[in-house]
T-cell receptor, first 113, second 116 residues
Framework: GAVVSQHPSWVICKSGTSVKIECRSL??????MFWYRQFPKQSLMLMAT?????????EQGVEKDKFLINHASLTLSTLTVTSAHPEDSSFYIC?????????FGSGTRLTVV | AQSVTQLGSHVSVSEGALVLLRCNYS??????LFWYVQYPNQGLQLLLK??????LVKGINGFEAEFKKSETSFHLTKPSAHMSDAAEYFC??????????????FGAGTRLAVHP
């Protein structure tokens, strides 16, 4: 089946630095990808919808200047957490929209110290 | 807009007992409904989905769910729980795979515990 590769699976960074998370579709073209955030023992909250070649659409309350999303090709979407702070520590998951399915990456555990 | 309510943040059953996880949805368009399972520190695995075909949907690992439009429900069941079923379960809704309602919105989740 279709596979979405998300990298890195975990990252620790210092407060104030930026971190980039990649979401790559391995065997299909994904026009649309979604980015979610999950706090411990909570649900997945949709952050933004990423469409290839256009600006991402952010959900209400999500800071677009802090969470930069780029979807420059049909196989790659990236999420950059800029000037990260401890409260940005979370589990981030991407999802690619395919014909008939949403396919999820394995997630990235971000810890900001 | 779409939303999902999962009744019961924690459900505990005995091994071999019936599993029933409740999900009610709200949608301004005909819904597509999904159940996912998540094990600790892992991604999501699709259990089953309803996409406007048969209302009784069978999924993996013996799970099934029934779409009831009159009740706006999509409850997940399994006749006999196994210890390996212990995990977090999420119900999700979208308005389809294309168009303006393709965002997948998740419920709060239900943690299933299975005891011997």
């Amino acid at each position: 089946g279709a596979v979405v590769s998300q990298h890195p699976s975990w990252v620790i960074c210092k407060s104030g630095t930026s971190v980039k998370i990649e979401c790559r579709s391995l065997d299909f073209q994904a026009t649309t990808m979604f980015w979610y955030r999950q706090f411990p023992k909570q649900s997945l909250m949709l952050m933004a919808t990423s469409n290839e070649g256009s600006k991402a659409t952010y959900e209400q309350g999500v800071e677009k200047d802090k969470f930069l999303i780029n979807h420059a090709s049909l196989t790659l979407s990236t999420l950059t957490v800029t000037s990260a702070h401890p409260e940005d520590s979370s589990f981030y998951i991407c999802s690619a929209l395919l014909p008939g399915a949403y396919t999820f990456g394995s997630g990235t555990r971000l810890t900001v110290v | 807009a779409q939303s999902v309510t999962q009744l019961g943040s924690h459900v505990s059953v005995s091994e071999g007992a019936l599993v029933l996880l409740r999900c009610n949805y709200s949608s301004s368009v005909p819904p597509y409904l999904f159940w996912y399972v998540q094990y600790p520190n892992q991604g999501l695995q699709l259990l089953l989905k309803y996409t406007s075909a048969a209302t009784l949907v069978k999924g993996i690992n013996g799970f099934e769910a029934e779409f009831k439009k009159s009740e706006t429900s999509f409850h997940l069941t399994k006749p006999s729980a196994h210890m390996s079923d212990a995990a977090e379960y999420f119900c999700a809704v979208s308005g389809g795979f294309s168009g303006g309602y393709n965002k997948l919105i998740f419920g709060a989740g239900t943690r299933l515990a299975v005891h011997p």
